[in-house]
């Protein structure tokens, strides 16, 4: 399977709201061959989270995968999870600021404030709909994503741009 070109920082469709994403949408054969190759795109470049913006196509759709590493060994891993026309139902008040980098901005890292719990409702690849709760890295991976779908790139969230 071959790897999807990445959109980069400074093209229009990373800052533009995506369409949501209907149920006969996800029952076409094209479309789960879309999620796969999004989730064999991010493994093989490291990612654990990869927004359909950022292989240029305008749709709320994400992948998220979490697995502990060498620089992550005490991360929460998660499977993967596919995630539909996401909403952030509720949020904690605690925030916490951490290091970002992103898959369209190649080479750049910056410490973003977010959330340190949020409760989402999203579709799954079925089209079921799934509440979840996410905490610490979790909720920041779902978040950052999130903010792609919403035309949000991480830098807009820094405060300070060292």
């Known amino acids: 399977m071959k790897t999807l070109k990445r959109t980069q920082f400074g093209n229009s ?6 369409k949501r994403i209907t149920a006969g949408e996800v029952r076409k054969s094209s479309f789960k061959i879309l999620i796969k190759r999004m989730l ?17 196509k305008s749709i709320q759709l994400a992948v998220i995968e979490i697995r502990k590493t060498k620089t992550r060994p005490g991360i929460k891993p998660l499977q ?6 996401p909403k952030i139902l509720r949020h904690s008040k ?12 190649d080479g750049a890292r ?10 989402l409702s999203y579709f799954d690849e079925n089209f079921k709909k799934k509440t979840g709760r996410f905490t610490g890295y ?25």
């Not at 605690?94 to 901005?105: D, Q, R, T």
Request: glycine share 10%.
């Open 110 to 119: 910056g410490i973003v404030p977010r959330y340190n719990k949020i409760t």
């Open 138 to 162: 979790q909720a920041r991976v779902f978040q950052h994503e999130i903010d792609h779908l919403n035309g949000i790139i991480y830098i807009e969230r820094m405060t300070n741009m060292k």
């Open 80 to 85: 993967q999870t596919i995630v539909i026309n």
């Open 13 to 18: 469709i990373l800052r533009n709201k995506a």
């Open 40 to 56: 064999f795109t991010m493994r093989r470049i490291n990612g654990v989270g990869l927004a359909a913006p950022q292989i240029g």
């Open 94 to 105: 605690g925030i916490n600021s951490y290091g970002e980098g992103c898959l369209s901005f």
